[in-house]
């Protein structure tokens, strides 16, 4: 049988976050993220950082192909998937980018690595253009060198920042067994009641 869900959406997600991590599954944040360009969908996967009561927040180098679509558009739409514990959340929305206070004070939390292609973004960004963002060969590792031997790379990079992704619907999806099929329990942003969401079932 699929497990009953709290009716907060956010808890769900979050809680289903924690347990993938408890289950020792590698990147249990990891969400495909979907954004819309002026040429159709464009997909990509980012690590989720935080999960409060209303957003998922990552972080990213601007301007890259996301922020550029998000800047235009904010509708976007992401996807986690746990296959080993059967689940799927789905979720649909709005991104924007947070003010930089907040990416400042996030950095430093981030691995060494990550920070490191931060720096070596800020440094080639401007050398690049969409939609291509094409770069010479060897150039994101001497970037990225260069940033490791220079002093002051544990602080945020200006092109470093934080995109907070609001859904307003949320749909989880459970696996069944041979006996029993999938399920898909459906949320949506309401004023309606105190949780500020409601729920149903739907074809899953
Ligand atoms: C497992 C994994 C995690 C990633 N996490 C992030 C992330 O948190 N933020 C990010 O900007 N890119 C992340 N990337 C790289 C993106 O998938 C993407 O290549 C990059 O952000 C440029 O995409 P864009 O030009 O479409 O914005 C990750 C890639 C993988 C495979």
Request: hydrophobic share 40%; charged share 20%; aromatic share 8%.
């Amino acid at each position: 049988m699929p497990e009953p869900l709290e009716p907060d959406a956010m808890a769900v997600l979050a809680r289903w976050v924690r347990e993938a991590g408890g289950a020792g599954l590698p990147l249990p944040s990891t969400m495909s993220f979907a954004t819309t360009g002026p040429d159709g969908p464009h997909a990509r996967t980012v690590l989720v950082t935080t999960i409060d009561a209303d957003a998922v927040l990552f972080h990213s180098s601007t301007p890259t192909g996301k922020t550029v679509d998000l800047d235009a558009d904010p509708r976007a739409a992401g996807v986690f998937h746990w296959p080993a514990l059967g689940r799927q959340a789905v979720l649909t929305g709005r991104a924007v980018r947070l003010d930089a206070a907040v990416s400042r004070a996030a950095f430093p939390t981030r691995p060494r690595q990550l920070q490191l292609v931060a720096w070596a973004y800020e440094e080639l960004l401007p050398g690049v253009s969409e939609p291509a963002y094409g770069v010479a060969p060897g150039a994101v590792e001497a970037a990225f060198d260069a940033a490791a031997a220079r002093e002051g790379s544990a602080a945020a990079p200006p092109s470093w920042t934080t995109i907070a992704f609001t859904p307003h619907r949320l749909d989880f999806w459970q696996a069944g067994t041979e006996a029993t099929p999938p399920t898909k329990q459906r949320y949506d942003r309401t004023d309606r009641t105190p949780t500020g969401w409601t729920s149903t079932p739907v074809l899953p």
